[in-house]
């Protein structure tokens, strides 16, 4: 529950593409903000990828506020479409959670994700989605849409493809 006259974190949801209208306009209040922001590819049908730098979290930001006396405001800000909650409450956003994607925030502003590198044939495990703690072996990527290629063993081989995120490498027995 949310005490409203303290100063807490809030993830607030901005029309996408204005992240950084939203995050000007609030700063102007003045509300601390973060829009953590990451480097990913950008895919082009008749071009080379080339590597953009857009919201880590499209559509939202931070801000870090009295909801007492600055929700109303905020809400109301150009670019903003609400603040995260249930109702008329807003849910806070633990100090941690901040705190550590301010930790991972490289020299130039951007978080640093660190991309997990599997090989042909690595065993890997499924760790979330349907097939959550199947086991399989790597067959592929397809980095255009962030997901591999998993030849499920249980399936006598099946081949499914799973979000690159879902996957980790199975402990060597």
Do not use: K
């Given at each position: 529950?949310?005490?409203?006259?303290?100063?807490?974190?809030?993830?607030?949801?901005?029309?996408?593409?204005?992240?950084?209208?939203?995050?000007?306009?609030?700063?102007?209040?003045?509300?601390?903000?973060?829009?953590?922001?990451?480097?990913?590819?950008?895919?082009?049908?008749?071009?080379?990828?080339?590597?953009?730098?857009?919201?880590?979290?499209?559509?939202?930001?931070?801000?870090?506020?009295?909801?007492?006396?600055?929700?109303?405001?905020?809400?109301?800000?150009?670019?903003?479409?609400?603040?995260?909650?249930?109702?008329?409450?807003?849910?806070?956003?633990?100090?941690?959670?901040?705190?550590?994607?301010?930790?991972?925030?490289?020299?130039?502003?951007?978080?640093?994700?660190?991309?997990?590198?599997?090989?042909?044939?690595?065993?890997?495990?499924?760790?979330?989605?349907?097939?959550?703690?199947?086991?399989?072996?790597?067959?592929?990527?397809?980095?255009?849409?962030q997901r591999d290629v998993v030849l499920i063993e249980t399936l006598q081989?099946?081949?499914?493809?799973?979000?690159?995120?879902?996957?980790?490498?199975?402990?060597?027995?």
């Open positions: 529950m949310t005490t409203s006259d303290e100063i807490q974190w809030f993830a607030i949801q901005a029309r996408t593409g204005a992240e950084a209208v939203a995050e000007s306009n609030l700063r102007a209040l003045p509300i601390e903000t973060l829009l953590p922001l990451a480097r990913r590819p950008v895919h082009h049908a008749t071009r080379r990828p080339r590597m953009a730098v857009r919201p880590l979290f499209p559509g939202y930001l931070f801000g870090r506020f009295c909801a007492a006396g600055s929700l109303r405001a905020v809400s109301y800000s150009r670019g903003v479409l609400r603040v995260v909650g249930g109702g008329d409450q807003p849910w806070s956003v633990d100090d941690a959670i901040v705190a550590d994607i301010r930790d991972r925030l490289g020299p130039e502003g951007c978080v640093e994700i660190g991309e997990r590198p599997f090989r042909v044939g690595d065993s890997v495990h499924i760790t979330a989605g349907p097939l959550s703690g199947w086991a399989g072996i790597f067959d592929c990527e397809l980095s255009h849409a081989q099946g081949r499914v493809l799973v979000r690159r995120d879902s996957l980790e490498l199975s402990e060597a027995a």
